[in-house]
């Protein structure tokens, strides 16, 4: 078993992002998540359904919905009204976490540098985003990276699939990994939820290996 960590990571070692074409897609991918036992999932600020798909998916009970791709403070006031229970950045963004104090959701800020994760601890905070992992150098950079930072859990975001996820998972500071491939844009533009819940699954049974 893996440790709980912080408010975000360490209850499901999953969590699908999505590039979310249609609202009306928002609530069946949800429960295609659902069925294959993943409970979160994070909607990227990418599209205009995006705030719809957030607001629908904070209906569906049981589902924990996020907003990723939050750069600024006021999507974190747009994303939280809709609904949103936790704020993801590619970056790390002061007045983003700002603004995610105020409105009392967990931030989980992008972090690529030893000087990002400098910035992120003076903060107090314990969870990070590392993206985008693949290129940064995959788990063998969270590795080295994880050093001078003992007490921080990392999630690993951008290249990720089903094959190479468990090589992160491997180390002891990264309770989650993040990605798009269980929701991938064909698989929701095909309404393929059946694949949707195999992937889910299947990644589900990966980490817990
Ligand atoms: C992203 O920001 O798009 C995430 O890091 C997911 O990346 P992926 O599409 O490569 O899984």
Do not use: H, N
């Not at 931030?107 to 990070?128: C, F, H, Q, Y």
């Amino acid at each position: 078993a893996r440790p709980v960590t912080g408010p975000l990571l360490g209850r499901c070692p999953i969590v699908p992002v999505v590039v979310l074409a249609d609202a009306a897609d928002a609530l069946p991918m949800g429960e295609a998540l659902l069925a294959g036992g993943v409970d979160v999932v994070e909607i990227t600020l990418r599209t205009p359904a995006a705030l719809d798909g957030i607001r629908r998916l904070a209906a569906l009970p049981g589902m924990r919905v996020g907003a990723g791709s939050v750069v600024r403070p006021d999507q974190v006031d747009r994303v939280v009204d809709a609904g949103a229970a936790f704020v993801v950045s590619p970056g790390t963004s002061a007045a983003v976490l700002d603004r995610a104090r105020a409105r009392s959701v967990p931030a989980l800020p992008g972090v690529a540098t030893a000087s990002d994760l400098m910035a992120v601890v003076a903060r107090g905070l314990t969870e990070v985003k590392f993206f985008p992992a693949g290129l940064l150098g995959g788990p063998a950079a969270i590795s080295a990276l994880a050093g001078p930072f003992p007490g921080v859990s990392f999630m690993p975001s951008g290249g990720l699939d089903a094959a190479t996820m468990a090589g992160y998972l491997a180390l002891p500071c990264v309770p989650a990994v993040s990605g798009s491939w269980m929701v991938a844009p064909e698989l929701l533009a095909g309404r393929r939820w059946d694949v949707v819940t195999t992937e889910a699954a299947r990644a589900l049974r990966l980490a817990a290996q």
